[in-house]
């Protein structure tokens, strides 16, 4: 199917446009059953923030206690466990930057990174946000981003695609509101919504609506052909242009005239699934990682009006299209090794993306510790910066706040295991990592601590 005036997926299982009156109107089934789990990190995720209270709400403090009344009948987010987590649905964020000694935190402290993900018996609702730059305000609007995002389609209702569509833009319009009321920076948005097949013959439908860079994607195991990664919004942004590192593109916040979102790189798209496929929201922490630009074994292809740098002849040319699917393969990669080792689960590939950003940056997170160590021993700022800019950054990976959030497609039942068994997962990703083995599955905590 494509859309006319506009980018499409050359596949008939996914619909991607920039434009939403271009959005397929597919029949859709109803999101139905009990909540399996609730799950938000890192930290508290999604419940720290305080929004605002509008006319019709009692004014109190959201958290995990305090029961907040909606037109005085329904309970908000404040009521439900966050911590309740699913090997159907799972959420990690981890900080993959070096310690800073000088400070004793970890560099770029707090976690400006958000998700928040409920499973259904049948459906799911995933949202993941980053926010843009570093500190307190950048951590709060990806934190109202994702509260006001789940808070607005946990209750909409939708009989088609293009209705749930319109839902989304409405929950991303929220989430703009609470981000100015609550003072936060500005913050990416990506949200999901898995609804089950409206007939017997129809398929799962995953509607997706992207505001920056934090992108979905879809892991179909029995999907015919070597390509069973697809990035879902990769034809909406088409192929002509080679991505640029730390630049977003699009955010909600304060971002344009102090009060306005910039919408310039939102994107939405309309995926047909079948039982057991895997679908994902991640930041660009975690698939900038598997850019072969961000490898160093590659250079983006482009009209050359200067000689390359040092070392860049040496290295192949890829156009923006082949960079991006080599992208997805390495994920592919990632995902089958995982499958290899044991049985694929949300968690299970939580932790197998995870491992593999950390281990992708461990010298250079190590590398950038020495530069701090040395800074500290002689107090010279400038040789400091002198062996970050020369050194450090001409090692492969790119040390970011990274961030997934899973769902396996298909009904699903309460895990046996209740959350407090769950045990936590180690702090420091450069030294330890999360165990794929048989005896670790189901066993895991989902966010960094």
């Not at 299970?348 to 800074?375: G, H, I, P, W, Y």
């Not at 330890?432 to 005896?439: A, F, T």
């Amino acid at each position: 199917m494509h859309l006319p005036g506009n980018h499409s997926h050359p596949t008939s299982e996914n619909y991607a446009t920039s434009v939403v009156e271009n959005v397929p109107d597919l029949e859709i089934g109803a999101i139905s059953g009990k909540i399996v789990s609730s799950y938000s990190g890192p930290d508290e995720g999604l419940i720290t923030v305080t929004p605002l209270c509008e006319q019709q709400r009692t004014r109190c403090k959201i958290n995990g206690a305090v029961r907040v009344l909606s037109n005085g009948t329904k309970a908000s987010l404040g009521q439900k466990p966050w911590k309740t987590s699913h090997s159907g649905g799972y959420g990690m964020s981890v900080s993959l930057y070096e310690t800073d000694y000088i400070n004793g935190c970890l560099k770029g402290d707090p976690n400006a990174d958000c998700f928040g993900i409920v499973v259904f018996e049948r459906g799911a609702i995933l949202a993941i946000a980053d926010g843009v730059n570093w500190g307190e305000k950048s951590r709060k609007a990806a934190q109202c981003a994702i509260h006001a995002a789940i808070e607005t389609l946990i209750d909409a209702e939708a009989r088609t695609s293009r209705q749930m569509i319109a839902n989304q833009v409405k929950a991303a319009m929220r989430a703009q509101e609470m981000i100015l009321e609550c003072g936060g920076a500005s913050t990416t948005l990506c949200t999901m919504v898995v609804t089950p097949p409206a007939d017997r013959s129809s398929s799962w439908i995953a509607s997706t609506l992207c505001v920056g860079d934090s992108l979905a994607f879809a892991y179909c195991p029995n999907r015919k052909g070597k390509v069973k990664l697809l990035d879902l919004q990769n034809e909406a942004r088409g192929n002509e242009h080679q991505r640029v590192l730390n630049d977003c593109c699009g955010s909600l916040g304060p971002v344009l005239q102090g009060t306005l979102p910039d919408w310039g790189n939102r994107s939405f798209c309309i995926t047909k699934l079948s039982t057991d496929d895997f679908v994902f929201l991640a930041t660009d922490g975690v698939y900038d990682n598997f850019d072969p630009v961000v490898r160093k074994i590659a250079v983006p292809l482009l009209d050359r009006k200067s000689p390359p740098v040092e070392n860049e002849e040496q290295l192949i040319e890829l156009s923006a299209e082949d960079r991006r699917k080599q992208i997805t393969a390495n994920m592919q990669t990632v995902v089958e090794s995982s499958e290899e080792m044991c049985p694929l689960t949300a968690r299970t590939c939580c932790a197998s993306f995870m491992n593999s950003v950390s281990k992708m940056t461990d010298t250079k997170r190590n590398e950038a510790t020495k530069a701090q160590l040395e800074l500290m021993c002689s107090m010279d700022h400038q040789k400091y910066a002198k062996t970050y800019m020369t050194e450090v950054k001409k090692i492969p990976g790119k040390l970011d706040h990274a961030t997934i959030v899973v769902y396996q497609v298909g009904q699903h039942q309460r895990d046996s295991m209740a959350p407090d068994e769950v045990q936590s997962l180690p702090v420091d990703l450069g030294f330890h990592y999360y165990s794929l083995s048989k005896d670790a599955i189901g066993s895991q905590s989902g966010s960094k601590n």
